[in-house]
């Protein structure tokens, strides 16, 4: 696909998940600069100027993929490259190290989370996430007996991709509408989510919903974990800035409303750290006031 086309599809949702728009982002990018007529290096950095500019505007809560992007940019503003071929060669190889740093990173936390689960236990989650859908039949595979309770997810219904899934790797799983998750929270063992950023305060940005489950946990003293790698780490942070919530079309959530009436569709919320039990990554299950220390150890190129 080309940036416009990945552009447009992370907009529409036609690709979604913080991991999945990651990929898509850095291979776009990848192909843009690679098919790219040039003779200057100072046309090269437009086009990757523009072209990240144009992924990154697609969705404006989706950190994963700003540090993919950032992560081909510093490569080739570091590297010596004088021709096409070796111009060639330095972003097909900054493409491969990242991909294969976010594949690496997801087979770890999935190993991680998977180890969690134990036989009978009832599993809530909500939206979807590729990292709790990859944890979750991972523990499926190795046998264990449990059950899953799913939300729908509105107004976009993204809880239908996760129960697709799951019934389809033969978990036993239920639907409920979002705001049941309360009555049902006494048959929970624990909650299992995935984030799309994660700030330097530990708190997790989230599908919107996700605070209310988390409240409800907390309420009810259910554990309430986040499955994400530490790639989801917003840098910005650090310095003040807030993660942008997104504001998506009111027309997921009434296509004709009277007139008069105002409607407010934001995609994201804020889950505290505070009720957090723990953030399940590929270092290992930590507690969301140490995300800045994970980082260094892992990511210092994000810093």
């Given at each position: ?57 697609s969705r404006a809560t989706e950190p ?31 493409e491969n190290n990242i ?205």
């Amino acid at each position: 696909m080309t940036i416009q086309e990945t552009a447009e599809k992370i907009k529409a949702l036609e690709i979604q998940g913080a991991t999945n728009i990651a990929v898509e982002a850095v291979k776009a990018l990848g192909k843009e600069l690679r098919g790219k007529e040039w003779s200057t290096s100072g046309q090269v950095y437009n086009i990757l100027k523009t072209s990240m500019e144009l992924l990154i505007g697609s969705r404006a809560t989706e950190p994963m993929m700003r540090n993919g992007l950032k992560y081909i940019d510093s490569r080739i503003h570091e590297a010596t490259w004088s021709n096409e071929m070796g111009f060639r060669k330095l972003v097909q190889d900054a493409e491969n190290n990242i991909l294969e740093i976010f594949t690496d990173a997801k087979t770890k936390m999935v190993e991680v989370g998977a180890k969690r689960i134990e036989n009978g236990d009832t599993v809530l989650t909500h939206c979807h996430s590729s990292g709790v859908t990859g944890t979750i039949i991972k523990a499926r595979e190795q046998g264990k007996d449990f059950k899953v309770i799913q939300t729908e997810t509105r107004p976009k219904y993204q809880g239908r991709i996760t129960a697709r899934e799951l019934v389809e790797a033969g978990v036993d799983t239920t639907m409920i509408v979002d705001s049941a998750a309360r009555h049902y929270m006494k048959e929970i063992d624990f909650v299992l989510v995935g984030a799309d950023a994660l700030t330097s305060e530990g708190n997790v940005i989230n599908k919107i919903g996700t605070s209310q489950v988390a409240l409800s946990a907390w309420e009810a003293r259910v554990p309430f974990y986040v499955v994400s790698t530490l790639l989801k780490f917003d840098p910005v942070t650090i310095h003040g800035a807030y993660e942008t919530i997104e504001e998506r079309n009111t027309d997921e959530i009434w296509s004709d409303p009277p007139e008069g009436l105002k409607i407010r569709n934001p995609a994201f919320d804020i889950t505290r750290r505070d009720y957090i039990h723990g953030l399940i990554t590929e270092e290992g299950i930590i507690s969301p006031h140490s995300i800045l220390e994970a980082i260094h150890r892992h990511y210092p190129w994000m810093l």
